[in-house]
Each structure stands twice: as C-alpha cells, then as structure tokens.
C-alpha cells in the first residue's frame, strides 16, 4: 500500500534512494527524453543528513526467513553522499558494517567498505566484487551504488498506469561494461520521480531480478521510500527492506563516516 502525507520527506535505503518535491500531474510530460526523465530522478532534492532503523527480511522460495536489524546514517557533503549500515542482530552478522561514497562526478565510481568483525578488519569492496551479494540477500553490492543517468543511454518505451499513477516506462542500457546488466527497465512516477519498479536483465537479455517499490511516503517535503522488495525471478528468493524511526537534519557530522566508526560506531 502507499501512503501520501502533506509534510513529506525523503530518505533512501541502502541502496538507492528515491526521493522528490513537487505535486504529481494526471499524466506526464510529454516530449521528455529518457535521459530528462532519469535525470529527474537522480536529481530529487533530499535532505543534508537521515538516520533510522532497517530491518531486513531474507525469504527463500520455501517461504522459511531470516531477520536482520540494522541502523542506517546518510549524509550529503558537497558532491558526495556518504552511507553508514550498523548491523545490530541477529548473533552471526552483528556489529558488521558497511559503508558507501557515492560521487556526483559520473566518471568516479562508488567506494565501499565492508567491516567483519570475525576479522577485525574494514576491507575495501573491489570492481570484481561488486556483483557479490550483500550480506545474503538479493542485492548485490552494484545494487547498493547511486547510479549515475549519464552512463546509461535511456528511452521512453511508453507511459502507462502503474498502481494508480500515470508513469514513464524508461528502458536504460549501460554505455560501457562496468555493469553486470545487459538493461533494466523501470517504472517512473511522474511528479514524484519514484521509481516504482524495476526489472534487470542479464546481457543475454533474461529477466534476472525485480524490485518493487512496497510504500512510499512525503515527511518533511521529500518523497521517501519506507518498504520496498527485491525478487530473483530465478529462484524465488527476495529480500525485503523496511525503514522505520526515521529522523533527519540532525547534524551528522562528516567524520562521522570513516572507517574508524565502521569498527566502533558513530559516537
């Protein structure tokens, strides 16, 4: 179900983040390019610092799950957006941490850590590992990156209703080979600039994964993203992630997201 509120607010999870001002039209713009359309997403105006607790529930094809609390911290500093993922429970991933810089400069690609305390080290996530899952579940750590629209070539397929609201169906092919899809297609709400869902494809062009966009809400001006679930077609497998206690403009400080707080916590 998605929610709408007067006072609006805008956060991402993990991943991505989605997020926008201003009041949705009956339908879309015309005469919108891909790219225009796109861009419009990466640019939604969010706010200087978010924090909240994330809860991740793993499903296998067989319906058994596994729960993993997590308190997530995002700040925006100049060109960059830095992530901060505390994993609290349960027992096996507890005080793991992840952390991510994600650059407005479409020519520099994301930097990510990962912190296991079984080995008491912060290790840096290398190109050749981006396709690893994340800590079990079916985003991979390119699913994690915030991706920017100038590396892709994009097209409008078409404008459709998608649960109720008027949408841009953008298709978004990689321009080099520094992504594991071959394209992804999603789904744009129109006004809000949420993608509502998106399929990725394989470079043989298979259907390899889906995510959808569960609910949605305005805090605080900002379109947020608080539930959304992410399927591998080929096993049944999906990863649900849920953002709660959500606060933001708190004031994070920027030293706050280094690797000496991904082994101790922000203080």
Known sequence: MMHK??????????????FAAGKASPFPQPNLSGLQVMTNVYERPQPHD???SLTMTLENARGEQRIRSIRQYIGRFGDVEKKLLFFSSPADVRDTSFMSWSYDNPNRPDDQWIYLPALRRVRRISAEKKNDSFM???????DLSRRHPELDVHRVLRTESFNGHMSYVVESIP???DSKYGRTVTWINEGAWIGLRKEFYDRKGNLVKTLIIDEYSQIDSFWTITKMTMTDVRTGHSTVMELSDLDLNTGIPEQSFSERSMTRGIR
């Open 5 to 18: 509120r007067r006072n609006s607010f805008r956060a991402i999870a993990l991943l991505t983040v989605l």
């Open 50 to 52: 978010l924090q909240g």
């Open 136 to 142: 079990g579940s079916d985003f991979e750590y390119e």
């Open 175 to 177: 321009e080099s080979n």
